[in-house]
T-cell receptor, first 116, second 112 residues
């Protein structure tokens, strides 16, 4: 089975801090995604990447950046954390070779970030 | 903007009943459809996928797709309390983007 690992399950950070959320997948997937999930708003796509060093903005990229230096790792960066970035962050991956249309995405276990 | 709509619920059914979850989508060229289950505080897990019109059964779960009506549903037979979760509908379109578009989810509660 594909495994998508997010480095932290729970995280508490202070306003203004630079925050790194790490995601690693072990199945050589080309596509990786970062979502945040909030009550009543569903899953919202922040950034995604189809290949190493490639990144594309999702629906809500403001206040975030990403890094993909290696195929298996996709990092989400909160440049200056704010309280409105308190949320559940979910990483997902999929294979380009027919993967998403057949198998959808595989999600990591999520990181619940609280910014105080 | 491609959209996926679900009733937010909550949907409450007694144990042993059939739970019916519905989803409509706006992009007519959508080709692949998925149902994810998400327990409270956990990440979504894929439970069903469907690509062709008609029904697809997997154990107690049946996914139904009607592309003409742009409608996909999930039936859960013999509902169990362990089925209590939020169910997310997701859609992917043909060509170009590999992005899934998710609905906001329907919360299901199965009462013992």
């Amino acid at each position: 089975d594909v495994k998508v690992t997010q480095s932290s399950r729970y995280l508490v950070k202070r306003t203004g801090e630079k925050v790194f959320l790490e995601c690693v997948q072990d199945m050589d997937h080309e596509n990786m995604f970062w979502y945040r999930q909030d009550p009543g708003l569903g899953l919202r796509l922040i950034y995604f990447s189809y290949d190493v060093k490639m990144k594309e903005k999702g629906d809500i990229p403001e206040g975030y950046s990403v890094s993909r230096e290696k195929k298996e790792r996709f990092s989400l960066i909160l440049e200056s954390a704010s309280t409105n970035q308190t949320s559940m962050y979910l990483c997902a991956s999929s294979s380009s070779a027919q993967g998403p249309r057949v198998y959808g995405y595989t999600f990591g276990s999520g990181t619940r970030l609280t910014v105080v | 903007q491609k959209e996926v709509e679900q009733n937010s619920g909550p949907l409450s059914v007694p144990e042993g009943a059939i739970a019916s979850l519905n989803c409509t989508y706006s992009d007519r060229v959508s080709q692949s459809f998925f149902w994810y289950r998400q327990y409270s505080g956990k990440s979504p897990e894929l439970i069903m996928s469907i690509y062709s019109n008609g029904d697809k059964e997997d154990g107690r779960f049946t996914a139904q797709l009607n592309k003409a009506s742009q409608y996909v549903s999930l039936l859960i037979r013999d509902s169990q309390p362990s089925d209590s979760a939020t169910y997310l509908c997701a859609v992917i379109s043909q060509g170009g983007s590999e992005k899934l578009v998710f609905g906001k989810g329907t919360k299901l509660t199965v009462n013992p």
